[in-house]
């Protein structure tokens, strides 16, 4: 059974720092996705990653997935107010076979001005 | 506009009083799922749909009952409800696209059963 764990769960960070969220997966997929959720609403997909070494960055975010390690990473440079929100990671475990996903718990990412 | 519409948005029910939470898509997807957001659970899976007539379960599929009897329509059904099905409930739909997965969520339904 595939698990996907992030870390850290909760995030509180001060405007203008770096910091990076992590995304561990349990077995093989070459397919890593980040959604975004602002309070109260839906989720928004941020990223696609579908390979080895793929990088993917829109403004202060950017994405990185190591399939040997399983691990993607979120990386947050020079955090602003606006970037509040939980992120998630998910894994296609079936590569491609079906459209499901496992999604992470969910990291809350506060920043603080 | 690709939409995924969910109703209702906010639902307060009692114990044992069935319900059912729509979900509807625009985007012709063959693939729909529900989910459920608990505080530290993430999101977990309860049922999905490949196509019309043909369900299966999710991750935490207990409690509940869907249909697919059309493309469009994928309502999710609370026969009994009980309070440890108090949540945020997302219906999704996808479609697998070059190797992607596009996958759009409704806007959510907070459920409480007291």
């Known amino acids: 059974e595939l698990k996907v764990e992030q870390n850290p769960l909760f995030l509180s960070m001060q405007e203008g720092k770096n910091y990076t969220i992590y995304c561990n997966y349990s077995?093989?997929?070459?397919?890593l996705y980040w959604y975004r959720q602002d309070p109260g609403k839906s989720l928004e997909s941020l990223f696609v990653?579908?390979?080895?070494?793929a990088v993917k960055q829109e403004g202060r975010l950017m994405a990185s997935l190591d399939t040997k390690a399983r691990l993607s990473t979120l990386h947050i440079t020079a955090a602003v107010h606006d970037l509040s929100a939980t992120y998630f990671c998910?894994?296609?475990?079936?590569?491609?076979?079906?459209?499901?996903?496992?999604f992470g718990k969910g990291t809350k990412l506060t920043v603080n001005p | 506009e690709a939409q995924v519409t969910q109703n209702p948005r906010y639902l307060i029910t009692v114990t044992g009083k069935k319900l059912t939470v729509t979900c509807s898509q625009n985007?012709?997807?063959?693939?729909m799922s529900w989910y459920r957001q608990d505080p530290g659970l993430g999101l977990r899976q309860i049922y999905y749909s490949m196509n019309v007539e043909v369900t299966d379960k999710g991750d935490v599929p207990e409690g509940y009952k869907v249909s697919r009897k059309e493309k469009r329509n994928f309502p999710l059904i609370l026969e009994s409800p009980s309070p440890n099905q108090t949540s945020l409930y997302f219906c999704a739909s996808s479609s697998y696209r070059e190797n992607l997965i596009i996958q759009y969520f409704g806007a959510g339904t907070r459920l409480s059963v007291l």
């Open positions: 998910a894994v296609d475990p079936n590569q491609g076979g079906s459209e499901k996903l496992v």
């Open positions: 077995t093989t997929s070459d397919r």
């Open positions: 985007m012709n997807h063959e693939y």
């Open positions: 990653l579908l390979s080895n070494g």
